[in-house]
């Protein structure tokens, strides 16, 4: 069954610490890969997405996310966390329909 | 650019009960989409429309719950009779065929809806 995978579920870090959330998808071939993050109270935004051409891609917020087709990974990276970062964050997948397949997400708490 | 638009934002009701949720789109998007999520999970899909046409519902659970988009703008998610585990947040999520190459796989999220089923 098609699926996407985010082993980490609950991360905490301290401020200023480096962040890798890890996100893996079971298709092959073509795919559209999306980060989205909610802050607590709020709903889902776009943080950044991958459609094709350049394998690293940046969003806002000062985070990034490297597509790395042959392990079929598309981990979000932040060199810094804040405090503000205390989220939750999902991987989201699609193949040409549209259709999200989303992983189950990670909840990312930086302590201050 | 005003957001997706949902109601209520939180809903309690007994098992058996039936409720109803609603959602507006963002101005001129023709494909929204109803979610699903369970406490602990990502959203998982219950059915997309392409204006007012059904294009996916395959994870819908037609026993139970139904949904129409009626002049392909505003939607409605019913459930009737709700059953416990129905208890979730449902989200409401909207997309557009214009702008730059890959904006229609862009889709923007509401608030959702909260329903507690007891």
């Known amino acids: 069954a098609q699926s996407v995978s985010q082993h980490n579920h609950h991360v905490i870090l301290s401020e200023a610490a480096s962040l890798e959330l890890g996100c893996n998808y079971s298709y092959g071939g073509t795919v559209n890969l999306f980060w989205y993050v909610q802050y607590p109270g709020q709903h889902l935004q776009l943080l950044l997405k991958y459609f094709s051409g350049d394998p690293l891609v940046k969003g806002i917020k000062g985070f990034e996310a490297e597509f790395i087709k042959s392990k079929f990974s598309f981990n979000l990276r932040k060199p810094s966390v804040q405090w503000s970062d205390t989220a939750e964050y999902f991987c989201a997948v699609t193949r040409g329909t549209y259709k999200y397949i989303f992983g189950t997400g990670t909840r990312l708490k930086v302590l201050a | 650019e005003a957001g997706v638009a949902q109601s209520p934002r939180y809903k309690i009701i007994e098992k058996r009960q039936s409720v109803a949720f609603w959602c507006n789109p963002i101005s001129g998007h023709a494909t929204l989409y109803w979610y699903q999520q369970i406490l602990g999970q990502g959203p998982k899909l219950l059915i997309q429309f392409q204006n007012n046409g059904v294009v996916d519902d395959s994870q819908l659970p037609k026993d139970r719950f139904s949904a129409e988009r009626l002049k392909g703008v505003d939607s409605t998610l019913k459930i009737q009779p709700a059953k416990l585990e129905d208890s979730a947040v449902y989200l409401c999520?909207?997309?557009?065929?214009?702008?730059?190459?890959?904006?229609?796989?862009?889709?923007?999220f509401g608030a959702g809806t909260r329903l507690s089923v007891l």
């Open positions: 999520a909207t997309s557009g065929l214009a702008g730059p190459p890959g904006a229609k796989n862009i889709q923007y």
